[in-house]
């Protein structure tokens, strides 16, 4: 599948949107037991919700909903 951009290919999809929102709420910090730096034990996911944070459109929303 070589290294697309996003989860499944170099295209933005719901899919990714999906899994940005998890895997933020993963390492948040609010749920118990789960630590912070959960998402430095996957580079690759890591990478991937680095290259969506990046997204201007979502870097857009994100700024107008206070995160």
């Known amino acids: 599948l070589g290294k ?3 989860l ?3 295209e933005l999809t719901v899919a990714d949107l999906k899994f940005f ?3 933020n709420w993963i ?3 609010k749920l118990d037991g789960i630590p912070v730096d ?3 034990t996957y ?3 890591a990478a991937v919700t680095a290259t969506i944070a990046e997204n201007e459109v979502v870097k857009n929303y994100m ?5």
Do not use: E, R, V
């Open 4 to 6: 697309p951009k996003y």
């Open 8 to 10: 499944t290919s170099n």
């Open 21 to 23: 929102a998890i895997f």
């Open 27 to 29: 390492s948040s910090g």
């Open 38 to 40: 959960t998402i430095n």
């Open 43 to 45: 580079p690759h996911l």
């Open 63 to 67: 700024s107008t909903c206070g995160f």
